[in-house]
């Protein structure tokens, strides 16, 4: 089984929603359980809608996880001014990754909410990590000029 987590807020439901149906499509074989880090900005249509999604794919589940995002009131939102570099609340929801989910879980991959899948992304969940508690891709940034 396969553990995919994400985070979100209302403002990326719907980039959420295309990830999660590109993926779902792309691995329709795999049993995978989305587990979706939300704070009380998501309403309960949006949540209905991302269930939406999976309606099709009896080997796929979703479950959300609430999170306070007071807690995180005090962090920076950097590049609040630079779009290219915004970092929203929402982000940091990953920091609890280890206090939301059960502990019964072994491994997650954790994926942005803006990506788009192609294939079948289990070859890179069964990447043996070697001991190490975290892998990891640099995510460059693309220029324009």
Do not use: W
């Amino acid at each position: 089984m396969m553990h995919v987590v994400c985070t979100t807020d209302s403002n990326y439901v719907m980039p959420t929603g295309v990830m999660i149906k590109s993926l779902s499509v792309n691995n329709n074989e795999e049993r995978i359980v989305f587990h979706i880090v939300v704070d009380e900005s998501v309403t309960t249509q949006q949540k209905k809608e991302l269930n939406r999604v999976l309606c099709e794919n009896p080997q796929h589940s979703l479950l959300f996880h609430l999170v306070d995002d007071t807690l995180f009131d005090d962090f920076p939102q950097l590049g609040a001014s630079n779009p290219k570099l915004f970092i929203t609340k929402a982000t940091y929801y990953r920091l609890l990754f280890t206090e939301i989910l059960p502990d019964s879980i072994n491994k997650v991959i954790y994926l942005d909410c803006d990506m788009i899948f192609t294939q079948d992304l289990s070859p890179l969940f069964e990447v043996d990590l070697g001991g190490f508690g975290i892998g990891a891709v640099v995510d460059r940034p693309t220029t324009t000029d």
